[in-house]
């Protein structure tokens, strides 16, 4: 099945810095990679995705960027803030058999500090 | 509309006892994913539904885990017996159209089996 590694699983930047999350995946069949975001105690919520039919995307301060022939996609937040703290999870969608069924990294607890 | 919407949002059980966990999710969502979010493995797809069916279940840890989807507005998932390494949040979370959306988390249930 797919499998996604994500790196680093720790992350702590100045208020103000840039961060940057890295993710791989395996099944070159996968076209769908979102990333979500989860505070401390809530639910975990998408903060922008991208198909594998653009290379890049932003919004805002969040940007996504794939490449799908080596098979990684990163997440680029700007800027950052101390509310940018969380935990950021990407996905990838699975092989055929499984649905297209997302596979998440383990996820990257981000700390933005004053 | 409230979002998708989990009760309990804490339970607390004794092992060997059968644990049932409801969604209701978000009206007009025609996909119903269960997840399991621990430390150690991250979030893990369980099952998922389309239009009330189940479509994947081969994320279910065990036969002591089950699922259904009576009809488009409510889903359980059951545990029994339950066992300590149960213990985990359980996430319900629905989306429209396609695996490939935007999925919809609720807030978790956090269960504890002792």
């Known amino acids: 099945g797919e499998n996604v590694e994500q790196h680093p699983s720790t992350l702590s930047v100045q208020e103000g810095d840039s961060a940057v999350i890295k993710c791989t995946y395996s099944?070159?069949?996968?076209?769908?990679f979102p990333w979500y975001k989860q505070e401390l105690g809530k639910r975990p919520q998408l903060i922008i995705d991208?198909?594998?039919?653009?290379g890049e995307k932003k919004d805002q301060r969040i940007a996504v960027t794939l490449n799908k022939t080596a098979k990684h996609f990163s997440l680029h937040i700007t800027e950052t803030q101390p509310e940018d703290s969380a935990v950021y999870f990407c996905a990838a969608n699975g092989p055929i058999d499984s649905g297209y069924a997302l596979n998440f990294g383990k996820g990257t607890s981000l700390l933005v500090t004053p | 509309d409230a979002g998708v919407i989990q009760s309990p949002r804490h339970e607390v059980t004794e092992m060997g006892q059968e644990v049932t966990l409801r969604c209701k999710p978000i009206?007009?969502?025609?996909?119903l994913f269960w997840y399991r979010q621990t430390m150690m493995r991250g979030l893990e797809l369980l099952i998922y539904f389309n239009n009330n069916v189940p479509i994947d279940d081969s994320g279910m840890p065990e036969d002591r885990f089950s699922a259904k989807m009576p009809n488009a507005s409510f889903s359980t998932l059951k545990i029994q017996p339950s066992e300590p390494r149960d213990s985990a949040v359980y996430f319900c979370a629905s989306s429209y159209g396609s695996m490939n959306t935007e999925a919809f988390f609720g807030q978790g249930t956090r269960l504890t089996v002792v």
């Open positions: 099944d070159s069949a996968s076209n769908y």
């Open positions: 009206s007009g969502h025609d996909y």
């Open positions: 991208i198909r594998s039919n653009v």
